[in-house]
């Protein structure tokens, strides 16, 4: 099992400790649903989850 970013709702190696994206330490375990971002500038999914870097994401992160 991986972890997600709370903040930014990055997915992560359940190993790390900080989200590479936006350096918070504010990881989740528990997380529902998984997206693969691949154009982040033509994605209303990352438009609405305010994502800008392609990417593997969680869509809800408790
Ligand atoms: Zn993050």
Redesign the pocket.
Known sequence: MSKA??????IVEKTANM??????Q?LSSEYTGEIFILNPEDSDVAERMKINKKGHYALRVR
């Open positions: 970013c709370r903040v930014c709702h990055l989200c590479p994206n936006c350096k918070t504010d």
